[in-house]
């Protein structure tokens, strides 16, 4: 069995005003994948291409082993799919739902789902069109997970939830992966929730995936450093620095492979180094984005 859950190889999807191209993107089995970008930079059209609602024009795409879209019948037994525009039957129950779910899918979890209505607070007998956008959220979330699938894909699934109900939610994609050999793919503008779930993170812009790693090494590797020099002495510019900024005597340095020998680099050219601090996944992944768009520019 392949160790990777989701596998794209040089896709390439072209629209009229914009190109996805997909170089490399994997996700190993047993893991939460945050896939992080700005409207517009392809996370849902990548989603698309993998759950094999839209084809792409080259490429080679791989869920959990098999290849998309030819073999998507069989894929989708294995895949749950929560995204923020999928809309239920507004007229149906919750219940007529799970019951239609449970009769085309015989991995349906009956215990389970139950246990879930606890949890999201749910009443099987309400109508979609008498729940809240919170509620629904939580019923398409039970009707996937019901399903038990080793790959859960999840496109912005809390947008427009209030905290109490992101906070559900969460709490209860993280539950999914008590078992190890299930798989998130969880894409959100929300890169507070992102840190705090995922252990691997891939941003995206532009409809290109400009960084892949683990959670710890992206928090370990970003550094910001921040210098006083006279403006007379010119720094060094050394590998590993993503950016820097000068207004006078202060000099702000953003490094992205960051190495303790950057300070006694800068200390021996004349500059004062005040602090070297952490940064967030937010400030790490906007960095990531200018940094891009420079070299891209350049």
């Known amino acids: 069995m392949t160790t990777l859950a989701v596998q794209f190889s040089n896709v390439e999807k072209h629209y009229p005003h914009f190109k996805l191209d997909v170089g490399q993107l994997e996700l190993p089995r047993g893991h939460i994948m945050g896939f992080v970008g700005p409207n517009g930079a392809g996370k849902s059209t990548t989603m698309r291409i993998l759950m094999g609602l839209v084809h792409q024009d080259r490429g080679d795409v791989y869920v959990l082993g098999k290849p998309m879209p030819a073999a998507q019948a069989a894929v989708k037994q294995d895949v749950g799919y929560v995204s923020e525009d999928m809309r239920l039957y507004s007229r149906m129950t919750l219940a007529w739902h799970m019951n239609f779910i449970q009769s085309i899918y015989p991995g349906w979890d009956s215990s389970y789902a139950q246990a879930l209505l606890r949890r999201f607070d749910l009443k099987p007998q309400q109508k979609i069109k008498e729940l809240s956008h919170g509620q629904q959220v939580k019923a398409s979330l039970l009707l996937a997970l019901s399903r038990r699938p080793h790959l859960l894909v999840l496109d912005e699934p809390t947008a427009g939830l209030d905290p109490v109900a992101r906070h559900e939610v969460i709490a209860e994609i993280m539950e999914v992966l008590t078992n190890e050999d299930r798989t998130v ?106 940094k891009n768009r420079k070299e891209k520019t350049a």
């Open 185 to 290: 793919l969880f894409s959100s503008h929300n890169t507070l929730e992102i840190e705090q779930i995922s252990d691997q993170i891939t941003f995206i812009d532009r409809g290109q995936i400009i960084d892949s790693s683990d959670k710890e090494t992206f928090l370990e590797q970003w550094r910001r450093l921040r210098l006083e020099a006279p403006p007379d002495i010119d720094l060094p510019l050394l590998p590993g620095v993503a950016h820097w900024q000068r207004n006078g005597r202060q000099v702000i340095v953003t490094a992205n492979k960051y190495d303790a020998m950057m300070t006694k680099v800068y200390q021996q050219a004349g500059a004062t180094v005040h602090g070297v601090e952490t940064m967030s996944l937010e400030e790490i992944f906007v960095a990531n984005v200018h």
